[in-house]
């Protein structure tokens, strides 16, 4: 690991200054993804501006029709709230289903959209539950957040402070988790508001991703042999030691079917 300069921030004016005054700094929240990364010396911020202190940063609230997570919250916080587990069972159980305990502990929501890891659960709960990343600049909508491989609409210096999901009426998460991380091989979020629905995909493409031919199909009926026969070109999906590209297209058509399956039994 490289040296570098270590703060704590004492609330978000002071993590933001921090990030302007200083050469090369990163944020730092549950340290999950910017530790080992550190460690294998892939990245050599001058300083470390850790959020952890900022106790505006965490919680979660229902506000009428959405659910709002502090970009704090760590992931086995948001598996436990009971708040959530009533509006969206769907995003306690994608929370619930991160790696391990200990990385549940540690990582955070705002890490996890912040990094935008092609493999990451939050995405697809992100873009499927036409959330809104909050920062302390601006509202960013789900849509427009991913950008590419560990890319993002953020820009230098900006931090997340909030993510806001929009209750669904009904949404379903399952992945194809990879048995040693527990990352998602192919994850996928159905989710329905009224006569809209959105099938948001992780884990498949360099970043999350919509397939709005299946959401066509399930705003027409929704029942899982409406998605059946919608087959995802491999061209632009991830092929790599875990499993190819194809692969990735077939699970994607599964999980949206066993995703639709689920929620109309
Ligand atoms: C063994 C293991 C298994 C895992 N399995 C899974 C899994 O199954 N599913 C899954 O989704 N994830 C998984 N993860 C990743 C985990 O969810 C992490 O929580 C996540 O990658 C990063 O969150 P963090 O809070 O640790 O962020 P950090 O590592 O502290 O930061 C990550 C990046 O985000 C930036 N950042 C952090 N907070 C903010 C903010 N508020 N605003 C702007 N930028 C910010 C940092 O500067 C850094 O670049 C796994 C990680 C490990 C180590």
Partial sequence: MHNFNYHHAADIADAALKLKVTVEPKLLAGGMTLLPTLKNRLAQ????????KIDGLKGISVEG???VVKAMTTHAVVAASTDVRKAIPALADLADGIGDPAV???GTIGGSVANSDPAADYPAGVLGLDAVVETNERKINADDFFTGLFETALKPGEIITAVRFK???RAHYMKFRHPASGYAVVGVMVAQYGAKVRVAVTGAGPNAFRVRAMEDALEKSFAPASVANIKIPAGDLLGDIHCSAEYRAHLVNVYARRCVE???K
């Fill in 45 to 52: 911020p001058s300083d470390l501006i850790d959020l952890a």
């Fill in 65 to 67: 029709k959405e659910v």
């Fill in 104 to 106: 549940r502990h540690r």
């Fill in 167 to 169: 209750i669904p009426d």
């Fill in 262 to 264: 689920a929620l109309v």
